[in-house]
């Protein structure tokens, strides 16, 4: 015997914003209980705190269960990239997973960096799981003072 489904049509739309938003790549997206696609992984953007001192640019980025070998971070023509990669491994075989919501695969935060930060400068650290990424300020210009003789 044939079962009957309620069909509800804001699920339906939920789906399909859920697929357009992976299609362009927009970050993570979320999943009902009741959605039967299989399970995958998917694209997504660790998060990130920014904040300033006197002296420096502070980004800090969580990145659980990631390794130091998998994160890269340059800058050129005044952005700060930082990219890596969260892998999935599958260590028991006979393992059966029931749900997946953490992310994982590769990831990609651009920056654009201050006018007053020193490019040249910049420092990172990784220590469990946080990467700090340090952007030292310019010395700033003290204004010069020029006595103007009037006659």
Same mark, same amino acid.
């Given at each position: 015997?044939?079962?009957?489904?309620?069909?509800?049509?804001?699920?339906?739309?939920?789906?399909?914003?859920?697929?357009?938003?992976? =299609?362009?790549?927009?970050?993570?997206?979320?999943?009902?209980?009741?959605?039967?696609?299989?399970?995958?992984?998917?694209?997504?953007?660790?998060?990130?705190?920014?904040? %300033?001192?006197?002296?420096?640019?502070?980004?800090? =980025? %969580?990145?659980?269960?990631?390794?130091?070998?998998?994160?890269?971070?340059?800058?050129?023509? @005044?952005?700060?990239?930082?990219? @890596?990669?969260?892998?999935?491994?599958?260590?028991?075989?006979?393992?059966?997973?029931?749900?997946?919501?953490? #992310?994982?695969?590769?990831?990609?935060?651009?920056?654009?960096?201050?006018? &007053? =930060?020193?490019?040249?400068?910049? @420092?990172?650290?990784?220590? &469990? @799981?946080?990467?700090?990424?340090?952007?030292?300020? #310019?010395?700033?210009?003290?204004?010069?003072?020029?006595?103007?003789?009037?006659?």
């Amino acid at each position: 015997m044939n079962s009957l489904t309620t069909w509800n049509p804001f699920r339906q739309m939920e789906v399909m914003q859920d697929r357009i938003l992976r =299609a362009m790549n927009l970050g993570n997206t979320r999943r009902s209980d009741d959605d039967r696609q299989s399970l995958t992984t998917s694209d997504w953007a660790p998060i990130v705190d920014i904040s %300033e001192d006197a002296n420096e640019y502070l980004i800090k =980025a %969580e990145l659980p269960e990631v390794a130091k070998e998998d994160v890269k971070v340059t800058v050129e023509n @005044g952005v700060l990239t930082i990219r @890596g990669e969260r892998r999935f491994e599958r260590e028991e075989s006979d393992k059966k997973y029931h749900r997946v919501e953490r #992310c994982y695969g590769s990831f990609t935060r651009s920056f654009s960096m201050p006018e &007053d =930060a020193e490019t040249d400068k910049v @420092g990172a650290e990784f220590k &469990d @799981g946080m990467l700090l990424v340090r952007l030292p300020k #310019c010395e700033a210009k003290k204004p010069k003072a020029i006595e103007v003789q009037v006659n």
